[in-house]
């Protein structure tokens, strides 16, 4: 019959010219490269190898023990198949495995993990970043800088923040028109979870390409060298580099962290001015972008911290946090100590973003709009006069 494929011939197994599937660690082959298969005159390995440009990747060729890998290659004339065993390769930079060979040979590299992430970050994490592993390296030579940074901290802080915020305009829009201010766009009819939010709506689409570099510096320096402070965020960083390959979903998690990184510390700002703060110790390319989009548009001074900021703020973590975890959850306790605000504040603001409480558990978990209730009349966002 026309819709059923006859097998013509299966090769044998133990093949001399067996086809080879490569993947690559950390990537994929973006051009053209020449391969080969080599073979130890030692212990008979095969390894394959793929020259791209200057850069030479090496990984040995293996059979899976629990189960043969074949490729079914049809002849659409005749629907006829033949299946051919292949083997596989993983790939990795000759770079890794140099490293590998001196740590066995008690060799020290040029150098050290920590050093070679410091200078990734001064090369590539941007002006910030570059001050950051200075005053590092600054504080570890003088413990006086610890001090004048925390006198300077102290003196640098807001000392009328319990006066009347004078900087606020009146706003006689409506309860929906302000939250369509504040709330990320949202897919109203969705069907299906992942639909509801486009992340592109979240973090603009131009600031996330311009992220890579922060991202891979990111994924490649120590838990402990990276100037995030959150613990929620932290664990959510460690999860990934612990994967044995990031994928491209897990770098853009990366640059979504950063971004929470320093929406959080917008919402802890007691300035009333984002112009000068820094909300970014990792790349000021985020703060740009939160000082634009964030500030009160109501108000005449440029890049002014109200009640709307932090309020927009709320709304974007949490949106972010419901989007990096895996099944669209987060529990209000961990957001509830990340903030420093109430549960309650946080149910309200994740009410507003299809964010609602599962049954008897404080875990807030990503509903279809359709499906969310309304807010009830006597809660309104909107600012009084």
Known sequence: MDDKTIIETVCRHHHDEQPVMLKFQNGSLGGTADFSIVESRKDKRKRAAVIAGDQLYTGEVRDNEQFDTYICLREKSTNKVQIIP???????????????????????????????????????GGRKASRLVDNREKMMVNVEVVRQDLDETVQASPQNDDEEDKTLADVSASNEEYLAT???????????????????????????????????????????????????????????????????????????????????????????????????????????????????????????????????ALTHFIVLALLISDKHEVDVNVLSRTLRTTKERIKSYAHIVNARPKSRSDVLSLRLPSTVPALAKSRRFQRKK
């Open 86 to 124: 292949v083997q596989q390769a993983l790939l990795s930079n000759s770079v890794y495995q140099q490293l590998e060979q001196k740590e066995k040979q008690k060799v020290l590299p040029m150098l050290t993990k920590e050093h070679a992430a410091k200078k990734l970050l001064k090369e590539y």
């Open 182 to 312: 504040i709330v990320p766009k949202f897919d109203k009819t969705a069907t299906k979870i992942s639909e509801v939010f486009d992340v592109e709506d979240v973090v603009p689409a131009n600031l996330l390409e311009r992220l890579d570099e922060e991202a891979k510096v990111v994924y490649a320096t120590p838990l402990e060298a990276l100037p995030i402070e959150s613990e929620y965020l932290r664990t959510c960083l460690k999860r990934i580099q612990d994967r044995e390959i990031a994928s491209k979903q897990d770098f853009l998690h990366i640059k979504l962290i950063i971004y929470m990184d320093a929406l959080q510390s917008l919402i802890a700002l007691r300035s009333r001015q984002m112009k000068g703060a820094e909300l970014s110790r990792i790349t000021e390319k985020i703060e740009n972008d939160i000082r634009h989009r964030f500030a009160d548009p109501n108000v005449a001074k440029s890049c002014t911290r109200t009640n709307y900021s932090t309020e927009k």
